[in-house]
C-alpha cells in the first residue's frame, strides 16, 4: 500500500509561482513512476506532468509546458511540481499519483495507469 500526501496549494495572483509536493510512503519509491493531474470544476482530469521513476524522463502537457517543473527526490520519497506564471486557467484541485509497476523509463499519461492518489490540493489563481 503506498500513501501520497500532497501539499503546497493556495491561492495566487496570475504570474504567480506554487511549488506543490507529494510525499509517498514505500520503501521502494525510487521505483515508482509518478505523475501530476488536475481536475477543475466541470472538467475532466487531465493528466499536467509525469516523470520516469529514473528521472529519465519527463512528459508535460501543451497548456503547461515551459511553465512547470516537475522534479523528484528519492531520498525524501517526494515529487514535485515547480509552477510557474500561473494563469487562472490553471485553477484546478491537483493531484499526484503513483504507479508502482514500471518499465524504467517509461511515463504514464492516462489515470487508469496509476496504482494509487493523493487526495489533492487546491490551486486557486486569480486574475
Known amino acids: 500500500q503506498v500513501h501520497l500526501v500532497e501539499s503546497g496549494g493556495g491561492l495566487v495572483q496570475a504570474g504567480g509561482s506554487l511549488r506543490l509536493s507529494c510525499a509517498a510512503s514505500?520503501?521502494?519509491?525510487?521505483?515508482?513512476?509518478m505523475g501530476w493531474f488536475r481536475q477543475a470544476p466541470g472538467k475532466e482530469r487531465e493528466s499536467v506532468s509525469a516523470?520516469?521513476?529514473?528521472?529519465?524522463?519527463?512528459y508535460y502537457s501543451d497548456s503547461v509546458k515551459g511553465r512547470f517543473t516537475i522534479s523528484r527526490d528519492n531520498a525524501k520519497n517526494t515529487v514535485y511540481l515547480q509552477m510557474n506564471s500561473l494563469k487562472p486557467e490553471d485553477t484546478a484541485v491537483y493531484y499526484c499519483a503513483a504507479r508502482t509497476t514500471v518499465i524504467m523509463t517509461s511515463l504514464y499519461l492516462a489515470g487508469y495507469e496509476y496504482d494509487y492518489w493523493g487526495q489533492g490540493t487546491q490551486v486557486t489563481v486569480s486574475s
Open positions: 514505500g520503501r521502494t519509491f525510487s521505483r515508482y513512476a
Open positions: 516523470i520516469s521513476w529514473s528521472s529519465g524522463n519527463t
